[in-house]
């Protein structure tokens, strides 16, 4: 779908306004379902002004579209609060949606954040904190990661600024449970995430999350490989000499990382966090407990090649 004449430049005046503006072409509908998976390697679903991005599985556009309804939804991200609109619109014979993104943060919204405060209105945050945080944990959940890890990807796309995914999973974590119970399990996950999050920096900029069970992703905002994968190293290192105290006793394990940098490639969210899953795997066939990413799989070859040579 090519973007031209007076819808581009009614685009632009948009854009003047907000901080993204896309146009999205929804190809997943219930009418072309059937069709998805012959679609599926098409480079791009989404259009955008100022940065280059493909659709992701949260996006209220594509919803937009299938109801012919405006939506809009609110995102939290590095300390700032973002308002997505979405609105279905008409161009030529086909029927696509533009997404609109603006920092709310205002004054004004400001001033609301504070009366809510003041008056120990706590709703919009318990609202929040039940939408996106791990209940278990107490850190950040996958809804949180669907929600935000795409706004990050258009963020290193137009700042030119790298994100690193760091990605861990507790070694032989089902051992765990299965020799001490769920609930001794359950102790090792509120443990290895205090753990991590001790080496994130404290400025709203990097977070933890919990990916899903025993695995767990990081955020690491304008840092690139090698700093992420000594920050990796630090995270597993301090795991490995940690001993947990438990119900059950004191419990020492170990943890594989994967790491990969996001420059701005031509991937979606899917595509990247199953690059990271890729090195985390990697790491679980080197033996576990260590750390894989790109660097470090390429240094791996080459020492096999000068042991051969």
Known sequence: MEIKGKFLEDLKVFSGYFDFVQVIKPLETKANSSNSRKRQNNKEDCFCLSHGGEKCKCCIALKAAELNETLFNIVQLHGDVFI??????R???????IELVKCINDQSVERLFQELKDNNHDAFANLYNLANMDELTNIYNRRYIANTLPMEMGTTRMNQQPISL????IDHFKKVNDQYGHGVGDEILIAFADVISKYIRQNGR???ARYGGEEFLIFLTNCQEREAYEVAERMRIHVEKTVTETTAGPISITASFGVHTFNGEDVNMQQLLS??????????QAGRNCTMSRNMVRQNENDQIDRSG
């Not at 760091?166 to 999973?169: F, K, Q, S």
């Open 275 to 284: 690059i990271v899953d890729k090195y985390l795997y990697l790491a679980k």
């Open 206 to 208: 990097d977070c933890v």
């Open 166 to 169: 760091v990605m861990a999973d």
């Open 91 to 97: 161009f030529g014979q086909e029927l696509v949606a």
């Open 84 to 89: 997505v609109i979405a609105m279905p619109v």
